[in-house]
């Protein structure tokens, strides 16, 4: 069988670096094909000169056996090559039909001008959503669908426009375990029209769940491309990161005891929005405490709520006993409470901000006065302050003065840890800590918690995947609805468990 | 594996860092050109200077407004209210420095933070706040001074702000210099400084790392108003009176200082030096073109096209476009 497409010894230098060293890639009719590496490996470049975006130092690209040096978007897009982003790209402002269409609205003719087919369109967007299983009027506003619901309607695009191949960059990465069933669904029939999928994913269980074959990008190089039915999780593990990270990975948390003094306390929180009501729980000096839950069931809202960055109803927040106020971010971060947010980009990084001034505003903030209003700059505690961190944190960078916003994911997510750490907090609230980050990362991060804790530090992760809070906490909770719904000691929880806990108040009646 | 750094790579470096020192070399170099005689020489250089010292005070206080990716409108408006105030209440017998501390500083500062604190009530734009505000102080301008000049002055005023410091620096030079060393230093070295680059860069993540968005939005628009407040007091001491329409179309002027300054209209960019030279670049433009003998018309159309000139070649060689 021939290739759709067949990436040959591709090439890629940056001022300073390659990118990607000779590396090949194919594509067959009807595989789903995962690129898997850490951050940084060289996928999203290797997908970039797939989409025309960038041009290769060396290497060709053929289609259907035809040579290309390099691919214009326009030639790759008529390819029938169509990538989807992790940042989904559909135009929140239009109704679906529309966002669909644009750029190729069809037309007919009226007295001899063309005009806008809405009814040719409506009907075709009808039929597109009915094919990924969207079950909306195809005037719905994008801005009004879930994540999972645009990126159906950008898988829809993809087909409107007859792609073949369909590149989709951490699909799951937003999703419900139910919204990847039904993702997983399509992929399935796209698979089974002859298209083909190539899923970039850090999730090792969905890769061999749902691909054929896997490619393992490393630093640039290609590590190998393997037949999925062959390969377990802990090879790819091990293809990605060498064996020694594999082991640290899977460790289970043992033998820790945390201390039996409360850290913090919190009492009756209710936000004034209405996200939580009534939510309370105690965290223990030195320990691990997880919160799970399905998205959106309040667990960020309430950790929200404990830091001051949205305002409270009611809700007593204490401290080693001592009940503390906390009104705005501001003086949390004064007690002694950080918080590691979920979205990096729209509430972590100051991308206008160089490493140094990031790592360094947690203290900062810490040692203002006036509300964060008064006190100078020590320049020279500055860079030291970053310099530590940088090197605690490991953060590989060039140049501490450079750009954070230059950083991978991973690297940027140091930082923001480490300017927490800066502040030699009390307790750390991280939520979704190692969303979108490469498994070496993620053991780094575990490694952090974990001695964290046993320096004394109270530590809280809110994370939607229950195997890195089965590994790192020493007690979970799980929410839904805004409010507790059970409590496991690690040593009685399960994966199912959680699940069911989190998702018992929805089996009878609604449909999840 | 480094790869040479091409000309065009060292251009954008060089254009990053030094855009508006470049510019205004590049202006002074043309018109030393076309009027060698007149524009050439030690007296025009300060008086080009003095007549940019208002449009420097209203720029470094309107750039603040700009970091927050906002604008302030009501530089030129209260320059007028802050000044007819200021001298109406000399006019009533107030000692001069008195009046101006309360006319020009307190009442600039207090009309500034009066924005600020609409802004964060009613969570809009400043442009439309600033829109509003800007009438109505202009309105309350004509109020105030029944739409006449307000002259009769005590001279000590004018002789002292109007004058020479030490009988040689032009007194709105020393204030302009002054104010913009003060706003270096606050924006280099302070912490409420530095937070309001980031605060202008990424409000959420800023109210995240523990920064207090309002209260900075009410700061920076009070040193605005503040700045607004002292350019209204050199106006009325270069003038010898209170003009009821002074200001006018001088927000734009504000603007166009911190464009060409390089700061970002997106918000969290942007240099308070830089700003001075962009405000002394729009003093050179308009005293240049007099010594040309250009009408008056024209300075408006060359000191348009500059702006979008300079913005044009930040967009395709400033810091930015590398991203």
């Known amino acids: 069988m021939q290739p759709i497409v067949e990436m040959r010894d591709i090439t890629k230098r940056f001022p300073g670096v390659v990118a990607l060293n000779r590396i090949n890639f194919q594509v067959f009719p009807g595989e789903v094909h995962a690129l898997l590496g850490e951050n940084g490996a060289g ?18 690209i053929v289609i259907d056996g035809t040579n290309h040096d390099r691919l214009t978007t326009r030639e790759s897009s008529q390819a029938g090559i169509s990538i989807i982003y992790q940042e989904l790209s559909v135009i929140e402002q239009l109704p679906i039909m529309e966002s669909i269409f644009v750029g190729n609205l069809r037309t007919r003719s009226l007295l001899g001008i063309p005009v806008v087919d809405r009814d040719a369109m409506y009907k075709r967007t009808q039929e597109l959503l009915a094919k990924v299983g969207l079950k909306r009027s195809p005037d719905t506003l994008v801005r009004d669908l879930s994540i999972s619901e645009k990126q159906l309607v950008e898988i829809a695009r993809a087909i409107a426009f007859s792609a073949r191949v369909i590149v989709m960059d951490e699909p799951t990465s937003s999703l419900t375990d139910e919204e990847v069933r039904q993702l997983f669904a399509i992929i399935e029939q796209l698979k089974a029209e002859g298209r083909a999928v190539v899923y970039i994913s850090h999730k090792l269980k969905e890769i061999t769940a749902i691909c054929d074959r896997v490619t393992v990008l490393k630093d640039g190089e290609a590590v190998g491309t393997r037949d999925v039915a062959n390969v377990s999780v802990d090879d790819l593990v091990a293809m990605m990161v060498g064996r020694e990270l594999q082991a640290k990975y899977n460790e289970k948390r043992k033998g820790h005891v945390p201390s039996t003094t409360p850290i913090l306390e919190v009492e009756g929180m209710t936000r004034r929005d209405g996200y939580i009501k009534n939510a309370s729980f105690t965290l223990l000096e030195g320990e691990i405490l997880g919160f799970s839950g399905l998205v959106g069931s309040g667990r960020s809202e309430l950790m929200e709520a404990v830091y001051g960055a949205a305002p409270r109803k009611s809700g007593v927040v204490r401290l080693h006993g001592e009940p503390v106020k906390i009104r705005r971010p501001y003086d949390a971060i004064k007690a002694g409470i950080c918080m590691l947010t979920e979205d ?27 509300g964060g209003l008064g006190g100078l700059i020590d320049f020279r505690a500055e860079l030291a302050i970053a310099q530590d961190q940088a090197v605690a944190m490991q953060v590989k960078m060039r140049d501490i003065e450079q750009s954070i916003a230059e950083l991978s994911g991973g690297n940027q997510q140091k930082v923001l840890l480490g300017r927490q750490l ?5 307790v750390i609230m991280f939520d979704e800590p190692t969303k979108g980050i490469d498994i070496g990362t993620k053991a780094e991060f575990y490694a952090i918690m974990r001695r964290l804790a046993e320096s004394g530090v109270g530590v809280i992760v809110v994370s939607s995947e229950m195997p890195e809070l089965l590994a790192v906490c020493d007690r979970i909770i799980v929410f839904a609805d805004g409010a507790q719904r059970a409590e496991f000691s690690i040593e009685e929880a399960t994966e199912e468990k959680l699940v069911r806990a989190a998702t018992h108040h929805v089996s009878e009646g609604e449909e999840l | 594996m480094t790869e040479k750094t091409t000309a065009a790579e060292r251009f954008q470096a060089l254009w990053s860092r030094y855009s508006t020192f470049i510019i205004l070399v590049l202006i002074l170099a043309v018109f030393s050109t076309l009027a060698p005689g007149s524009f050439l020489s030690g007296n025009n250089f300060m008086r080009i200077f003095e007549q940019s010292s208002i449009t420097i005070l209203l720029a470094v206080g309107e750039f603040f407004a700009i970091l927050l990716a906002g604008i302030d409108l009501s530089v030129g408006s209260v320059m007028a209210l802050t000044g007819v105030v200021a001298a109406k209440l000399m006019v009533l017998g107030l000692p001069w420095p008195i009046a101006l501390l309360l006319g020009c500083v307190l009442l600039g500062a207090a009309i500034g933070a009066l924005n600020g604190w609409l802004i964060n009530l009613t969570n809009l734009p400043p442009f439309v706040i600033t829109l509003g505000t800007m009438a109505i102080f ?5 109020v105030v001074s029944d739409a006449r000049a307000v002259s009769g002055l005590p001279p000590e005023f004018g002789q002292v702000i109007g004058g020479r410091a030490f009988g040689l620096v032009a007194m709105p030079i020393v204030i ?6 003060i706003l270096v230093f606050f924006t280099v070295k302070t912490k409420p400084g530095r937070n309001l680059f980031a605060v202008g860069g990424n409000p959420q993540a800023a109210w995240f790392a523990g920064i207090n968005i309002k209260s900075h939005t009410l700061l920076a628009f009070t040193i605005s108003g503040l700045a607004a407040g002292l350019a209204g007091m050199v106006n009325v001491a270069r003038l010898g009176a209170a003009e009821p329409n002074a200001g006018t179309g001088y927000e734009l002027f504000a603007i166009a200082a911190v464009i060409i300054g390089g700061t970002s209209f997106f918000g969290g960019e942007g240099k308070v030096i830089k700003v001075v030279i962009g405000g002394l670049i729009i003093g050179t433009i308009n005293n240049g073109l007099n010594m040309v003998g250009v009408s008056a018309y024209y300075q408006q159309v060359a000191m348009g096209a500059l702006i979008v000139l300079a913005v044009t070649l930040d967009r395709f060689f400033g810091a930015r476009s590398k991203r």
């Open chain 2, 176 to 181: 302009a210099l002054l104010v913009s060393a």
């Open chain 1, 422 to 426: 800066a502040t030699n907090a009390k």
């Open chain 2, 138 to 142: 202009r309105g309350l301008t004509y």
């Open chain 1, 344 to 370: 990096r980009r729209y509430s972590g990084i100051l991308a206008n901000f160089s490493i140094r001034r990031n790592l360094a505003i947690g203290e900062q903030m810490k040692s203002s006065f006036l």
């Open chain 1, 43 to 60: 996928k999203s470049t290797l997908m970039k000169i797939l989409s025309g975006a960038y041009e290769p130092t060396s290497g060709h």
